[in-house]
């Protein structure tokens, strides 16, 4: 079966740094994706992983483990705005349509 | 690059309206469009995928003939509500994605959809 897991709820300091884990379990993989939304919002595209390793983009960084199964998201430098829930997903091979499989999101509460 | 509007942002109807949300990406071609619903404090819910020139493919449990997708072209997905009823009421959201499969997709800002 499908499933993603990310944890439910997470609290950081501003200027601190914070991981949010995603760990996957899918028939296939073609990627993972993260997404931040605000409250009330759409999810904006964060970063994009396909192959093991590292990305970096500013304050953002995305690490993939396929063997693992597992992604991190890495937030520095925290700001309040980046109070938001954050989205991991997942790209199976599911033919030409390529849907995402979505986890549940990991609400980030950053306190001054 | 990658601006994805959808129109309304809201709307409040009555049971038994139908209602119609569009969903245009403004400076790319999407060969893609994804609907999706969302309710409070829960994550998205994919209802259909929408491929321009063809027919949407509906997720289980998704009512065709209550949701009509059209994608007529490449930049305009369409989501019809048919006959929306309290039940229906949601944040809905469509995503567009350019043709290659590792792109990824850009939100519009959704449409809150309220049925009274």
């Known amino acids: 079966g499908q499933n993603i897991d990310q944890p439910t709820e997470m609290t950081a300091t501003e200027g601190a740094i914070v991981q949010i884990n995603c760990t996957y379990q899918?028939?296939?993989?073609?990627?993972l994706f993260w997404y931040q939304q605000h409250a009330g919002e759409a999810p904006t595209f964060l970063s994009y992983?396909?192959l093991d390793g590292l990305e970096e983009k500013g304050r953002f960084s995305s690490f993939l483990s396929r063997s693992k199964g597992y992604s991190y998201l890495l937030l520095k430098e925290l700001q309040m705005k980046d109070s938001a829930s954050y989205l991991c997903?997942?790209?199976?091979?599911?033919?030409?349509?390529?849907?995402?499989?979505w986890g549940l999101g990991t609400s980030l509460a950053v306190n001054p | 690059g990658a601006v994805v509007s959808q129109h309304p942002s809201w709307v409040i109807c009555k049971s038994g309206t139908s209602v119609k949300i569009e969903c245009r990406s403004l400076?790319?071609?999407?060969?893609?469009m994804f609907w999706y619903r969302q309710f409070p404090k829960q994550s998205l819910m994919l209802m259909a995928t929408?491929?321009?020139?063809?027919?949407?493919?509906?997720e289980q449990g998704v009512e065709k003939d209550k949701f009509l997708i059209n994608h007529a072209s490449l930049t305009l997905s369409t989501l019809t509500v048919t006959s929306a009823h309290p039940e229906d009421s949601s944040f809905y959201i469509c995503?567009?994605?350019?043709?290659?499969?590792?792109?990824?997709?850009?939100f519009g800002d959704g449409t809150r959809l309220s049925i009274l």
């Open positions: 400076d790319f071609q999407a060969t893609t």
């Open positions: 997903a997942v790209r199976e091979n599911a033919g030409n349509n390529r849907k995402l499989i």
């Open positions: 929408s491929n321009e020139g063809s027919k949407a493919t509906y």
């Open positions: 899918t028939s296939g993989f073609n990627g």
């Open positions: 992983n396909v």
């Open positions: 995503s567009a994605r350019r043709g290659i499969a590792n792109q990824p997709q850009h």
